[in-house]
């Protein structure tokens, strides 16, 4: 266990639903990433959040994907009018940010869009 | 684009012996490299690091070797044992800007150890 944790671990969706997931990071971490990671590959960065500032998005986060980070401490992931190519597993992670590219990640939250 | 990428997608060996997973890398501008250890179901958990001043560096039981020359990182696993068995990442960090910290990970290689 990292001590970050994610929130569900499995999702099942009918195509066309909104689905929101939710990442706690390590307490004292001020940086929060989201990744998407499909079956046989490297997880693939998404977003990521310097407290409650997002500062970059990948192309890969269309206009249905939104992120948050309110208060700089728990983070969710939005997803509106859900796709089958959004089946994924999306991960979690977090790092203490200037001082430390050490990336923590959590276990994950498994979606399938039916 | 830049990209990372590993040479064998699986490995096999015997429980006892020492397994090296090899990657390759493009971008000449990457400082920051990770090896990440993934089993099934769960997220990739952190093995060793390396920055791009280091040519080697050893944790326990693992040595993650870095040559800037050719672009490729290479982790060392002494003795390996079962409980090894998972998929192996390797992550760079694109160095500069805004990137800073966001890793690009390679498509994994498959380690299987037999007792």
Redesign the interface.
């Known amino acids: 266990d ?1 001590g ?1 944790s994610q929130d569900p671990r499995h999702k099942i969706t009918k195509r066309g639903q909104n689905v929101t997931f939710r990442c706690d990071p390590i307490s004292e971490h001020n ?1 929060l ?1 989201w ?1 998407r990671q499909t079956l ?6 998404l977003t ?1 959040f310097q407290n409650e500032a997002q ?2 998005k990948s192309r890969l986060l269309s206009d249905r994907f939104s992120a948050e980070r309110p208060k700089g401490s728990f983070s969710t992931l939005e997803i509106q009018r859900t796709e089958q190519g959004d089946s994924a597993m999306y ?1 979690c ?1 977090s ?1 203490l ?1 200037w001082t430390s ?8 939250t498994r979606l399938t869009v039916t | 684009g830049e990209s ?1 990428g590993l040479h064998l997608p699986t490995l096999s060996v015997q429980e006892g012996d020492n397994s090296i997973i090899n990657c390759a890398y493009s971008n000449s501008a990457s400082d ?1 490299f ?1 090896w ?1 250890k993934q089993e099934s ?6 093995i060793i ?1 390396i920055r791009s001043n280091m040519d080697k560096r050893q944790g326990q039981r693992v040595t993650v070797l870095l040559n800037k020359t050719v672009k490729h990182l290479s982790l060392q696993i002494a003795a390996t044992q079962p409980g090894d068995s998972a998929v192996y ?1 390797c ?1 760079e ?1 694109n160095k500069g800007g ?2 800073y ?8 290689t498959i380690l299987t150890v037999h007792p």
């Not at chain 1, 590219?101 to 994950?108: A, D, L, R, S, V």
């Not at chain 2, 910290?101 to 994994?108: I, N, P, S, V, W």
């Open positions: 990292t970050v940086r990433y990744y046989g590959q490297g997880p693939e960065f990521y500062l970059e991960l992670a790092s940010g590219y050490e990336q923590y990640f959590g276990p994950g | 990372v920051y990770i990440y179901g769960k997220g990739p958990q952190f690091d990442f992550a960090n805004t990137s910290g966001k890793l690009t990970f390679g498509q994994g």
